[in-house]
């Protein structure tokens, strides 16, 4: 499973891109993160995310139509691919079972 | 919206441009433009504009840029694609490329021979390992307030040099002063050689290349050493080490070393052996140390030692020693070193002066630079007319989207690529033409293949011709407008053309300048040549018997040579027809002014010079052995008459009193036509003519004029042998040496000659790209007038017109500078022709016939093509 490895800032972006289906891409994902995270994040921390998972092949991209507030540039809109949605759910179901393992002990 | 009045900084915005892989431009300026509005409309412009900044850093990261700039494989493809070009071009239009690359590339070659020259002039003696150390010691002595400069020096100089003032020198030399010519002899072998006898040191301070026996082989007196050549001809393969040659018939030496021949450019060239000095001075008195003047003293310094410091101390060393009365001129002594041997060596008042050799090397110099820059216009001239028909390829390029820079690469490029061409083609040319070159300026020259500094100099001017050519193109021509150059064609207006106009009357100035030139001095040659030489050259063989077997055989020879019918008569005389040695005064006449003392050429012949050479006598006769009292009389020439003034010199009693003989008297029996024996440019030396009985040095042969040369040589040989068999019959032909004196005039017209043929051809090479240029810019113009019947000869007259105005410009400038240049030159000789003005209407109209017939080939080409062909295609 190397290869389809997926870090922690990736995790959360392929689930912010998964959310926004077909609808992702940089501003929006970082906007929607920070909202959620609570904390500032780097727009280029987004995009080396982004290009990294489009390598591994577990996002893809297309461009958009041109906006005014982008000083005339295209978006780039991404969407999940079946390998990314696979290695998701596939992480999603391995924590899940780690978690199950937990002794219901109580944590006061 | 504030949009509109902030953007994001442009600065970062460029910054993360030159940086960015080239795939994520798009997505990531637009996130981070649409992030910065955004911060805009919540926070100040500051912080937008701050944030912007620490976005564009945070993009500093391995994923984001650029991978290698450097190396991008599509600049290799492209400069194949430019030299693809490029060479398609040049196939295209072979006759231009012939011309361009042809001319380029002659020009070139006359450069690196020129350079190849100058490189030899300048490397004078740097054959020699001590090159940097050693000096000759020179003399300077006053006379009549004009400082004179010598190198013969007393032999009383040499010890005391290396007595008095042994701490500044390493080595102390003395060399007769005088190229000795002997006759070296293994048993039947003999030849007659010229050499130098000198001091023991000299071979280990010159730095003799030896290849047989050691440096130190002349501290015995009977010893020699021979070059390869000498030493080959000699021995042949064998080893010559200790075997023992005979010189002159009379000393047996023992060849104690075997050296590499000295080199041509080497102030000892001539010396084909080495022998010692004292084997020289034999015999020789010892009262004359400090009063003969016939050592040159070589010397090394130390290596801390300057010559001209040591010049200062040694300059009155002779004072002391010359005895009081013998010699009233002071003279001062200083050093010249090596270095300055060659070109620095024409002393006037004890300075070194403009010597002939500088003046020519800066004359080369000159000349090549000069050829080199027109090869160079020509080659500019041609790339930039056939450019601007390239214009629409520009026009294309730029509309598909090509970039200023790539076009300027591209012309740039190609320029590289002929002026790389031109340079392979002008080695070419110069390996094949250095044989008849080196033969042409008396040289021994090789290609510098292995000199870094030449390729450096080829390399650099590659570069320099390819920019100066390729930069018209490439700069003015890149700059044009696509839509402008594809719709109406470049308009090439008529400050286009003046450029070019004046560089074709540049050139044909140069050119007819060099046609005058050469004209003039082949004729000036001519001119000399021609001139009377008062004795006939043709069939008289001049030559030195070297062995005291020939003393008293005088008379022997004689009728011996006349038996063999060949010959028609034989004489002697103490110097040869072909130098003017031998000067005296102290001669008194009635009339004379007392304080009048001129110097006459003074030579002692036998009774039969005169018929041998063939004297014209002007009044009076000939020597007669019949006359006992004729012993006492002299022959005069025409300008020693002229000089004496005397009305009826006939009979007329001339004083003679010179210093070193006792006085007498001798009567005038004849007047002569002048012999012209020195150089035949000079006025003619004033000969007084001595008969003499005694044994004289120098033999001269009339061949019987029936007789072939071929027939007459080997009888006289044998005739010669027959009583002399210790010396060589090595005979020299009087017109052949007399011819030998125009070497350096014909050297100069012959070089003349080929730099005239050049440069009329390059000027010729860059006439015809002209024309055809101008031909077919016109090719629709031409074919219009055909159609409303214009005739061949008009059209014709139209294409040359221009250019023929252009050659009679040019040689209008031309002939001032001719007569000027030319007439300086001539100032130079004193026996001279007047140029004469028809001379430059045959060079400018010869010029003007070669441009028109050059013109004509492409003018009538044009006149006579079909203009269905240039005018359907509108």
């Known amino acids: ?85 696979r290695v998701l759910d596939n992480q999603y179901a391995l924590r899940t079972s780690i978690y199950q393992q937990i002794p219901k002990i109580s944590f006061s | 919206m504030k949009s509109n009045k902030h953007t994001p900084p442009k600065r970062a915005e460029r910054f993360l441009l030159w940086f960015l892989r080239r795939d994520l431009v798009e997505e990531v300026l637009g996130d981070l433009d649409e992030k910065f509005y955004q911060t805009l409309e919540e926070k100040s412009v500051f912080k937008a504009k701050l944030n912007y900044w620490y976005q564009v850093i945070n993009y500093l990261r391995p994923f984001a840029i650029t991978k ?36 380029l590339a002659i020009g070139l070659a006359v450069a690196m021979l020129i350079g190849l020259w100058l490189h030899d002039e300048l490397s004078y003696n740097k054959y020699h390992e001590n090159y940097e150390h050693i000096v000759k010691v020179l003399r300077n002595d006053a006379h009549r307030g004009k400082k004179f400069t010598s190198p013969s020096l007393v032999r009383g100089l040499g010890p005391l040099f290396r007595d008095e003032y042994g701490n500044h020198f390493k080595h102390v030399v003395m060399v007769r002063a005088r190229i000795e010519e002997r006759v070296i002899a293994n048993e039947d072998k003999m030849f007659t050689q010229a050499g130098y006898f000198m001091e023991p040191d000299g071979p280990e301070m010159f730095g003799l290349n030896m290849i047989y026996g050691t440096r130190d082989g002349l501290s015995d007196m009977n010893s020699i050493l021979l070059s390869k050549s000498v ?54 008195s010892y009262d004359d140390v400090w009063t003969n003047q016939h050592m040159y003293i070589y010397a090394q310094l130390n290596p801390e030692s300057d010559p001209k410091e040591v010049s200062s101390v040694i300059t009155d060393a002779m004072l002391d020693h010359i005895p009081r009365g013998t ?61 601007e028909k390239r214009s629409k390829e520009v026009g294309i390029r730029k509309s598909v989207g090509s970039l200023r820079k790539q076009l300027i690469t591209q012309f740039l490029s190609e320029s590289f690529m002929v002026a790389m061409l031109s340079f392979v083609l002008a080695l070419f040319f110069v390996y094949i033409i250095l044989p008849w070159f080196n033969d042409l300026a008396g040289k021994d020259m090789n290609m510098l293949w292995t000199n870094p500094w030449f390729w450096l100099c080829g390399i650099g001017f590659i570069i320099v011709t390819a920019l100066l050519a390729g930069s018209y ?112 005064g102290g001669f008194e006449w009635e009339g004379k002014d007392p304080s009048f003392d001129p110097s006459f050429n003074t030579i002692y012949v036998t ?26 009389g002299i022959v005069i020439t025409e300008s020693a008459l002229k000089l004496m003034q005397l009305d009826d010199p006939i009979g007329k009693t001339i004083h003679w009193n010179p210093s070193w003989q006792e006085p007498a008297s001798f009567t005038i029996l004849g007047v002569v036509k002048d012999m012209v024996k020195g150089s035949p440019f000079k006025p003619v030396r004033p000969s007084i003519i001595f008969p003499s009985e005694r044994d004289l040095r120098w033999l001269f042969i009339r061949v019987n004029p029936q007789a072939s040369l071929s027939e007459a040589l080997p009888k006289i040989e044998a005739a010669f042998n027959r009583i002399v068999l210790s010396a060589p019959f090595d005979y020299q032909f009087v017109d052949e040496l007399y011819n030998a004196k125009f070497q350096e005039e014909e050297r100069i017209g012959s070089l003349a000659g080929f730099l005239a043929v050049l440069a009329i051809f ?58 000027y240049l ?37 003018a009538v080409k044009s006149a006579t093509a079909n203009p269905v062909n240039s005018l359907r295609n509108e």
Not at chain 2, 68 to 87: D, L, P, Q, T, V
Not at chain 2, 235 to 255: C, E, H, I, S, Y
Not at chain 2, 341 to 359: C, I, P, Q
Request: aromatic share 12%.
């Open chain 1, 1 to 85: 499973m190397i290869e389809h490895s997926l870090g922690e800032f990736e995790e959360l972006v392929l689930l912010m891109v998964a959310a926004h289906h077909d609808e992702a891409y940089g501003v929006l994902i970082l906007e929607n993160l920070e909202e959620k995270l609570g904390k500032k994040i780097n727009i280029s921390a987004i995009h080396v995310a982004l290009k990294r998972m489009e390598n591994k092949g577990f996002v893809k991209s297309r461009f958009g139509g041109i906006t005014n507030e982008r000083g005339g540039r295209r978006k780039k809109f991404y969407a999940i691919t079946a390998l990314g949605k």
């Open chain 2, 822 to 858: 030319l007439n300086n030159w001539l100032q130079k000789y004193d026996y001279r022709m007047e140029i004469s003005w028809w001379i430059f209407i045959l060079a400018g109209s010869g010029a003007l016939v070669i441009a028109l017939l050059t013109v004509s080939f492409q």
């Open chain 2, 68 to 103: 290698s700039r450097s190396i991008n494989s599509n600049h290799y493809a492209m400069f194949r694609n430019y030299f693809k070009i490029g060479y398609r071009n040049l196939y295209k239009n072979k006759g231009y490329s012939f011309i361009n690359i042809g001319g």
């Open chain 2, 473 to 584: 193109p490439a700069f003015y021509l890149s700059s044009f407008k696509p839509v402008k150059v594809l719709k109406s064609g470049m308009a090439v207006g008529r400050s286009a053309a003046t450029p070019r106009r004046i560089l074709v009357v540049f050139q044909f100035t140069i050119s007819i300048a060099l046609i005058t030139g050469t004209i003039i001095i082949q004729q000036q040659i001519e001119y000399v040549k021609n001139r009377p030489v008062g004795y006939s050259k043709e069939g008289l063989i001049m030559f030195r018997p070297r062995s005291p077997e020939y003393w008293g055989k005088y008379q022997t020879l004689r009728t011996e040579l006349k038996k063999t019918g060949v010959v028609k008569e034989m004489a002697e005389a103490n110097y040869p027809l072909t130098n003017t040695l031998g000067n005296n």
């Open chain 2, 762 to 819: 390059i000027s010729c090479l860059g006439l015809l790209g002209l024309v055809s240029y101008v031909a077919e810019q016109r090719t629709k113009e031409i074919g219009i007038r055909k159609v409303l019947g214009a005739s061949v000869t008009g059209i014709w007259r139209l294409l040359t017109q221009d250019f023929v105005t252009l050659v009679i410009v040019s040689c209008l400038l031309a002939g001032p500078i001719a007569f």
């Open chain 2, 327 to 387: 010699n009233n001129a002071q003279p001062e002594l200083f050093l010249h070193p090596m270095p300055k041997w060659h070109l620095y060596s024409a002393f006037e008042n004890g300075t070194a002066g403009m010597s002939d050799r500088l003046k020519f090397v800066w004359f080369y110099g000159i000349i090549g630079v000069f050829v080199l820059l027109l090869a160079c216009i020509n080659f500019m001239n041609l790339s930039t007319a056939r450019s």
């Open chain 2, 231 to 284: 030493a080959d001809k000699l021995f042949g393969d064998t080893d010559p080490l200790n075997k023992v040659v005979k010189m002159d018939a009379r000393w047996d030496l023992k060849v104690t070393g075997v050296y590499e021949d000295l080199p041509l450019n080497s102030e000892l060239k001539d010396a084909t052996y080495f022998a010692p000095l004292k084997r020289f001075l034999e015999g020789w």
């Open chain 2, 607 to 632: 009774h039969e010079y005169g018929k041998t050479v063939g004297w014209e006598f002007v009044q009076g006769r000939d020597f007669s052995r019949d006359l006992q009292s004729d012993l006492s």
